[in-house]
């Protein structure tokens, strides 16, 4: 079974998401394969989200970040902000799948 931070467990039985934390660790494996992503070590602290140490195939670190599904298109809005940005001042989004709640974060 996956990791998953205390705080991030909470938030999602909350929410009625208890098939994707059991779901959670072949959602992990499938993006492994289709990004071509190795996830490493969770973090601890998150509490929206599971997200993990990621390096992309070329060894570049990413972080991979899940949101909890829940009711208000969370990754959705997220995902349109990081776009708009542009790593301007924040983070790259160099792949996302929104409708598995997927952010690939990079630097």
């Known amino acids: 079974m996956t990791d ?6 909470s938030k999602a039985l909350a929410a009625g998401a208890e098939q994707w934390l059991n779901d959670l660790p072949e959602l ?11 996830v490493g ?3 601890g602290d998150p509490t929206e989200a599971f997200v993990a140490e990621t ?9 991979l970040k899940l ?10 809005h997220e995902a349109a902000v990081l ?3 542009g790593g301007d001042g924040c983070v790259r989004l160099p792949r996302e799948d929104v409708p598995r709640g997927a952010l690939l974060l990079a630097c």
């Open 4 to 9: 998953v931070p205390p705080a991030v467990r």
């Open 28 to 38: 992990i494996a499938d993006l492994e394969r289709d990004w071509s992503i190795s």
């Open 41 to 43: 070590r969770p973090y």
């Open 55 to 63: 390096s992309l195939a070329d060894g570049t670190p990413a972080v």
């Open 67 to 76: 949101v909890i599904p829940r009711d208000g298109d969370h990754a959705a």
């Open 83 to 85: 776009r708009l940005t």
